[in-house]
T-cell receptor, first 114, second 110 residues
């Protein structure tokens, strides 16, 4: 979707390295989400945020961290504690309140281990 | 949190055949959304259902919300190769976030 920009498209991580995935939206959405998708699998929620300076853990938050200093931005850091980071990472945003509308997704970042 | 199941996991059809995927929950849902993800792409919103027994159509796609609001279906009439992808349902997780089903992967043979 044109309203959400994820970068980079491809990312390679070395052992013991932290990497940060960028997610920016210009849709004026309050809620933002990070999902992990493994090949042939569904989407698993890592973190979500409903308001600036506040965020909540999803189902698989271990080894990841986030920040929400601005409404438009919700970067995800994959830390060295995440031992199996190879996956497709998707950022999404929505109007606050699940019943209010759909999630808009970015094009995703594919992360691999070197 | 919410849990949602989808069946089948995979479906292979000949072009022109119909296709249906089902999404089931053990609890009553406030609403349900459907998304399509093309191979190598990101999920794209298709529709949201809110009312019990609701039926919505988008060209060859028909979406239905069960009377008890615990299940939903997506039916595609006369599939085309452009329908290839994975279809996900997503449900509201008590107003906090969304829970996605595992998806149904559709292959269409020309």
């Amino acid at each position: 979707d044109g309203g959400i920009t994820q970068s980079p498209k491809y990312l390679f991580r070395k052992e013991g390295q932290n990497v940060t995935l960028s997610c920016e939206q210009n849709l004026n959405h309050d809620a933002m989400y990070w999902y992990r998708q493994d090949p042939g699998q569904g989407l698993r929620l890592i973190y979500y945020s409903q308001i600036v300076n506040d965020f909540q853990k999803g189902d698989i938050a271990e080894g990841y961290s986030v920040s929400r200093e601005k409404k438009e931005s919700f970067p995800l850091t994959v830390t060295s504690a995440q031992k199996n980071p190879t996956a497709f990472y998707l950022c999404a945003s929505s109007i606050l309140g699940a019943a209010n509308g759909p999630q808009h997704f970015g094009d995703g970042t594919r992360l691999s281990i070197l | 949190g919410q849990q949602v199941m989808q069946i089948p996991q995979y479906q292979h059809v000949q072009e022109g055949e119909d296709f249906t995927t089902y999404c089931n929950s053990s609890t009553t849902l406030s609403n349900i959304q459907w998304y399509k993800q093309r191979p190598g792409g990101h999920p794209v919103f298709l529709i949201q259902l809110v009312k019990s027994g609701e039926v919505k159509k988008q060209k060859r796609l028909t979406f239905q919300f069960g009377e008890a609001k615990k299940n939903s279906s997506l039916h595609i009439t006369a599939t085309q190769t452009t329908d290839v992808g994975t279809y996900f349902c997503a449900v509201d997780n008590y107003g906090q976030n969304f829970v996605f089903g595992p998806g149904t992967r559709l292959s269409v043979l020309p």
